[in-house]
């Protein structure tokens, strides 16, 4: 089965054997829930799938189109293209349209920072400053399909930089602020970015992340020399994070805004112009640019929104994801906001400064719906029930969780501890590609089983298949394919049409592939169990293993590197490497440091292996290929089951086992 590196089918039909509890929805919840019984769900898929323009009018009857589509769908394999005809501005579904209601004066971004700031921006408010915002970015000649870099961190200035690209046409890509100067550079150079908007710095556990010296950093190299401006947003007083300005290329935020003597109009674009390009991990060293376009991505975030979070006017809804990552663009700030929903934003570490910080947040500003990665209730779970137990949770109403599968032990504690019993638990699986959650059990619609992802949203049409193609039987583990396209897919990869084919069409004929295994039981419910291609999911986060592996390479020290995951209680995955040496370096910690330190440089902080471990070579094929799954088992201290006949030297193996730490 392709190259295993996450996760083995056998994984998969281990994990169908374990769970059969299962949760209703809590009868409160369900009485007001939007959709209310497995019945009312099916006949929404069922028209969703029969009559899709039927169902997609209504379901984005709230946003603003200024001319409606045509035509709904034209599926040229693997180009879909939605919503023919229309004409829109993404911010006005998000801003202005509800600027004529009573939504303009209620709060849109409630912020908290690290050290117990907070803010309110009303959606009045934060249309004045994305309004502002787009007018300074035309006056600096931005225009319509520029593209922009935001290298910022999580505070609401990053929603008005989202915007007001979205205002002018130009395509923002956020660079998550954990990306080193390199990664940061490399996708300056991919996306061709004209200029760069970031913020001093960043609170991170009490220290701060200067956000400006890295874009300096990578600026300062020629790969990145078409950004030649940037606009740099003042969070902290300069006497607590100091920043060179290079004259004639760095702006202050507050300057910049201060100068706009026109206000543009929104700019009016076709459904299918671009709106953002987001790097993510693939089975290659490259990070893809996957490319969202602006009405089949924003008419998918907000109806997601709208149906998963069961999402009220009185919600304060908190996605704890960072704006860098994909759950960040859909579930914080397009999807949220084109609901008129009042989003929650924390900027800083979960455990600061303890691990009571999301309980105690969750308490003073009354969040009623949580949506967080396993990782993190993982993490909080092993701290031990007394610190939620010191707070009140009843605010309240609906968890969720992203990311990652998770597994029975931390649903059952996030369902207990958190919800106190009473609160859905919304498991979404969908992916950087796919724009907006696929997987889930709606609210008040359907029971939930712990570590399964439910069924499919509305226009989602997927199978589980062998690698050849064939249907599998229920319980049968598989590749979990989609078969028809859908509103928020993406739609090429930014620059490389071929590889958007390569990745994601060529494995099984006439099907998206995901890259994820999964099965489907006797109910129909979705078991995902993780990546079957050379991807890691560390703590949530996508890491290509070719890309570790390259920056490892380009190492003085390194000749050859493998890297491999490993079961792990709180990551869900460790990430493990390991490493062979040119000649004339030693094999010791100092080394090891540095090649940690290293992969903090190429990639970021993130991307730092859990292990490396030092071999004299590594285990081969006959025809030189690394055999990984023999490094996995090794990684994860088990014995190898499957077949080592192609394998060069069992020497090799028996030493890295020898070898184990
Ligand atoms: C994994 C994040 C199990 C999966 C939104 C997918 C999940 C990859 C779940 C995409 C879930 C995401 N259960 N696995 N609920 N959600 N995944 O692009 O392997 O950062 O392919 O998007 O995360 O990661 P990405």
């Not at 993510?280 to 640019?289: A, I, Q, R």
Request: proline share 5%.
């Amino acid at each position: 089965m392709l190259a295993p590196q996450g996760v083995t089918m056998s994984d998969a039909i281990e994990s169908l054997l374990k769970e059969n509890r299962r949760f209703e929805p809590p009868a409160e919840f369900a009485k007001e829930a939007r959709v209310t019984s497995r019945e009312a769900y099916e006949a929404l898929y069922r028209e969703s799938v029969d009559d899709p323009d039927t169902f997609w009018r209504r379901e984005s009857e709230a946003l603003v189109f200024r001319t409606p589509w045509t035509k709904t769908l034209e599926w040229n394999l693997p180009h879909a293209r939605w919503f023919l005809g229309a004409t829109l501005n993404v911010s006005e579904s998000c801003l202005d349209r509800h600027l004529s209601t009573p939504v303009a004066n209620k709060t849109a971004l409630l912020w908290e920072g690290e050290n117990g700031d907070t803010r309110k921006l009303t959606y009045a408010e934060l249309h004045r400053q994305t309004v502002l915002l787009a007018s300074a970015l035309k006056q600096l000649g931005i225009e319509k399909g520029d593209r922009v870099a935001i290298y910022m961190g999580m505070i609401p200035e990053v929603a008005v930089a989202m915007l007001a690209c979205a205002r002018i046409g130009a395509v923002h890509t956020v660079v998550f602020g954990g990306f080193s100067a390199d990664a940061l550079r490399d996708r300056i150079q991919d996306s061709q970015a004209k200029l760069v908007i970031t913020q001093d710095g960043a609170s991170r556990r009490g220290q701060i992340v200067p956000l400006k010296n890295t874009v300096d950093r990578a600026l300062e190299q020629p790969e990145a020399k078409s950004a030649t401006k940037t606009i740099v947003f003042r969070h902290f007083g300069s006497e607590r994070c100091t920043v060179d300005m290079k004259e004639g290329r760095d702006l202050w935020w507050d300057d910049v805004l201060a100068s706009v003597t026109t206000e543009c109009a929104p700019e009016v674009v076709d459904a299918e112009h671009p709106l953002f390009i987001l790097y993510t991990s693939g089975s290659t060293g490259k990070p893809k640019g996957v490319l969202h376009t602006s009405a089949g991505y924003l008419v998918g975030a907000h109806v997601t929104t709208k149906y998963v979070f069961d999402l009220r006017d009185s919600d304060i809804y908190w996605c704890t994801a960072d704006v860098g990552w994909v759950t960040g663009h859909s579930y914080l700030v397009y999807g949220p906001l084109s609901n008129g929903a009042t989003c929650f934003m924390y900027e800083g570490a979960p455990n600061y400064p303890d691990w009571g910080r999301f309980w105690s947040m969750v308490e003073r500003h009354k969040i009623t719906i949580l949506y967080t990665a396993p990782t993190a209730i993982r993490a909080c779970m092993r701290q031990g029930d007394a610190w939620p137990a010191k707070h009140d949770l009843s605010s309240l109403r609906l968890l969720g969780t992203v990311g990652e599968p998770i597994n029975p032990e931390a649903w059952i504690w996030y369902h207990h501890t958190i919800g106190r019993g009473r609160c859905p638990i919304v498991d979404t699986w969908w992916q950087t590609e796919t724009g907006s959650i696929m997987l889930t059990t709606l609210p008040g619609a359907a029971a939930s089983k712990p570590g399964s992802t439910g069924l499919p949203l509305f226009g989602v049409v997927l199978d589980v298949v062998t690698p050849k193609g064939e249907a599998v039987g229920p319980n049968e583990g598989g590749l979990l394919v989609l078969r028809k396209p859908w509103p928020s897919m993406a739609r090429t990869l930014w620059g490389d049409d071929e590889r958007f084919r390569q990745s994601y069409f060529n494995t099984i004929e006439g099907c998206y592939f995901t890259g994820d295994g999964a099965r489907r039981d006797e109910d129909g419910y979705m078991w995902v169990v993780g990546r079957i291609d050379d991807v890691l999911n560390v703590a949530g986060h996508r890491i290509g293993t070719a890309e570790l592996e390259s920056a490892l390479v380009s190492h003085p020290a390194v000749a050859e590197a493998a890297a491999v995951g490993r079961p792990d209680d709180l990551k869900g995955t460790a990430l493990v490497v390991f490493v062979s040496l040119r000649p004339g370096f030693s094999a010791d910690q100092a080394l090891r440091d540095q090649l940690g330190e290293h992969v903090a440089k190429e990639i970021g902080r993130f991307a730092r292996p859990d292990v490396i471990r030092f071999a004299d070579s590594l285990p081969k094929t006959r025809s030189g290929k690394i055999m990984r799954r023999l490094l996995k088992d090794v990684a994860a201290g088990r014995e190898s089951t499957g077949d080592t006949s192609t394998l060069e030297d069992f020497g090799v193996l028996a030493k890295l086992r020898q070898d184990e730490d």
